[in-house]
């Protein structure tokens, strides 16, 4: 595997349900990124990790609740949602938060609430 | 704080004709500026980025963009479209280290055949 992966790539769930989702990248890179993408908004910030501390959390639902074991995973772990929850879910990665430092993003997970 | 606009949603060409998309962006130093393309339902593609030098940069795809600090733009062209060039590009502004990448909202390129 190369770059950034993401699993699963769809996830159908219900109000009630818990799910995760899962980011894994092999570049060796010490910052990663959850982004939402809903249809018809910019790309928003989730969330932000830099060697594996959550420096930014962008006013997000408790209901959403990331996780970062090592400096290679990134889990955003979901819970009683919301119909506008559902979007596509991209996960990033770069070598550091320096600017200078473009992000690499995974193929993302599109999320749909029932 | 930084900002970029990219001021077309949508923008449609015929195959083969060359191709501009606009970026403007608010930074008070010199940017460290992006461009990305993303494919319906992928992830984003990096396609050139800005640092220092030469103004003119070359991306992957035959894509360049030009960087233009009097009119703070960062304008990507493509000489002659290709079907599969049909995506949504995005522009984005490096931060200061600590903040985070500004995106712009977009525009959608379609591709007439």
């Known amino acids: 595997e190369t770059g950034v992966t993401q699993t699963p790539r769809h996830l159908v769930m219900g109000m009630t349900n818990k799910k995760s989702l899962k980011c894994e990248q092999h570049l060796g890179h010490n910052a990663m990124y959850w982004y939402k993408q809903s249809a018809k908004k910019p790309l928003e910030l989730m969330f932000v990790y830099s060697l594996e501390e959550r420096v930014e959390n962008n006013s997000v639902p408790s209901r959403f609740s990331p996780e970062c074991p090592n400096s290679s995973h990134l889990f955003l772990h979901l819970h009683t949602l919301q119909p506008e929850d559902s979007a596509l879910y991209l996960c990033a990665s770069s070598q550091s938060r320096d600017r200078s430092y473009e992000q690499y993003f995974g193929p993302g997970t599109r999320l749909t609430v029932t | 704080a930084q900002s970029v606009t990219q001021p077309d949603i949508h923008i449609t060409v015929s195959e083969g004709a060359s191709l501009e998309l606009r970026c403007n962006y608010s930074y008070g130093a010199t940017p460290y500026l992006f461009w990305y393309v993303q494919s319906p339902g992928q992830g984003l593609q990096l396609l050139l980025k800005?640092?220092?030098?030469?103004?003119l940069v070359q991306g992957i795809k035959g894509f360049e963009a030009e960087f233009k600090r009097s009119q703070s733009s960062f304008n990507l062209r493509k000489p002659s479209v290709h079907w599969s060039d049909a995506a949504e590009y995005f522009c984005a502004v490096g931060a200061d280290y600590g903040q985070n990448f500004v995106f712009g909202p977009g525009t959608r390129l379609s591709v007439l055949p």
């Open positions: 800005y640092f220092s030098g030469d103004t």
